[in-house]
């Protein structure tokens, strides 16, 4: 018999081992899958091109963002990070794949662009080897990969580490459209989610859901991401939301009342 519910990290941990393998993406389990899919570098997925996001390019030219210090969540090749680190921020970013981050050194070292890249779950990570405050946290398509329980802990690395008056950025996938290489994430519901197992490739958003989650924060702007032609030098799709949002002075990123205690990534009691 056991009883080991004792935190809210052992409910996290409770809710990833319902995950059935096929479907995660998000565990330090999900690892080789994504060696897997960033294996043969030449397939024609889009965001495999050294291209940074067209509006990360938009938030530095229009003086939305500016320089600092800033964090890539699940940087994938890296070509968002290499972006960042060329128009001046000191950068760190991790992912899960070590295949992805090889890949993301091996592009760093051509454009001669220095980021300090890390391997592991960016849950374990930040406040250890990721350490805030960060000016910029950016994320191009990590947070959609994550299950609806994890929504907590990512709101807790924001709160941990983002700094006062910094910046979040993300990418997700925007709820009924279709992708240029499939389906544009699962429209199902965070209940639905864990009666569904076969559930995969990533869970798409509407702007009402992304500003009640990250409703702590400050939004500057939303909208779908802008169609960028093959030959164009930034990545855009249109199943994409992208969104701005400001961390005010005094203020948490954990989406809770602003009486309330932050969540953290680390241990919690209930």
Same mark, same amino acid.
């Given at each position: 018999m056991d009883r080991n519910i004792r935190t809210v990290d052992d409910v996290l941990r409770l809710l990833d081992g319902l995950l059935a393998p096929h479907a995660d993406r998000s565990t330090a389990g999900?690892?080789?899958?994504?060696?897997? *899919?960033?294996?043969?570098? %030449?397939?024609?997925? #889009?965001? *495999?091109?050294a291209k940074p996001d067209e509006n990360l390019v938009s938030y530095l030219d229009r003086g939305l963002v500016t320089g600092g210090r800033a964090l890539d969540l699940g940087c994938g090749p890296g070509r968002n990070a290499s972006y960042l680190a060329a128009r001046g921020f000191e950068v760190d970013a991790v992912d899960l794949s070590p295949a992805a981050i090889a890949w993301a050194q091996d592009r760093a070292r051509e454009a001669g662009t220095d980021v300090r890249f890390r391997c592991g779950d960016a849950f374990d990570l930040v406040g250890t080897e990721l350490s805030g405050p960060y000016d910029l946290i950016y994320? %191009?398509?990590?947070?959609?990969?994550? #299950? #609806?329980?994890?929504?907590? %802990?990512?709101?807790?690395?924001?709160?941990? !580490?983002?700094a006062p008056g910094g910046h979040f950025?993300? !990418?997700? *996938?925007?709820a009924g459209s279709v992708g240029s290489i499939g389906s544009a994430g699962s429209e199902v519901s965070d209940g639905d989610f864990y009666r569904q197992p076969r559930v995969r490739g990533g869970l798409a958003y509407t702007p009402e859901a992304l500003r009640w989650i990250f409703s702590a924060l400050t939004e500057v702007e939303l909208r779908r991401m802008r169609d960028e032609r093959p030959r164009s #030098?930034?990545?855009?799709e249109p199943f994409l939301w992208t969104a701005l949002f400001r961390r005010e002075s005094g203020r948490d990123g954990s989406g809770g009342a602003p009486h309330s205690p932050p969540v953290r990534p680390g241990r919690h009691t209930l």
């Amino acid at each position: 018999m056991d009883r080991n519910i004792r935190t809210v990290d052992d409910v996290l941990r409770l809710l990833d081992g319902l995950l059935a393998p096929h479907a995660d993406r998000s565990t330090a389990g999900a690892a080789s899958w994504w060696d897997g *899919f960033y294996a043969d570098r %030449s397939r024609p997925v #889009p965001f *495999f091109e050294a291209k940074p996001d067209e509006n990360l390019v938009s938030y530095l030219d229009r003086g939305l963002v500016t320089g600092g210090r800033a964090l890539d969540l699940g940087c994938g090749p890296g070509r968002n990070a290499s972006y960042l680190a060329a128009r001046g921020f000191e950068v760190d970013a991790v992912d899960l794949s070590p295949a992805a981050i090889a890949w993301a050194q091996d592009r760093a070292r051509e454009a001669g662009t220095d980021v300090r890249f890390r391997c592991g779950d960016a849950f374990d990570l930040v406040g250890t080897e990721l350490s805030g405050p960060y000016d910029l946290i950016y994320d %191009s398509g990590c947070f959609h990969h994550l #299950p #609806p329980h994890r929504r907590i %802990s990512y709101l807790g690395v924001l709160d941990q !580490a983002l700094a006062p008056g910094g910046h979040f950025a993300l !990418a997700c *996938f925007a709820a009924g459209s279709v992708g240029s290489i499939g389906s544009a994430g699962s429209e199902v519901s965070d209940g639905d989610f864990y009666r569904q197992p076969r559930v995969r490739g990533g869970l798409a958003y509407t702007p009402e859901a992304l500003r009640w989650i990250f409703s702590a924060l400050t939004e500057v702007e939303l909208r779908r991401m802008r169609d960028e032609r093959p030959r164009s #030098p930034r990545f855009g799709e249109p199943f994409l939301w992208t969104a701005l949002f400001r961390r005010e002075s005094g203020r948490d990123g954990s989406g809770g009342a602003p009486h309330s205690p932050p969540v953290r990534p680390g241990r919690h009691t209930l």
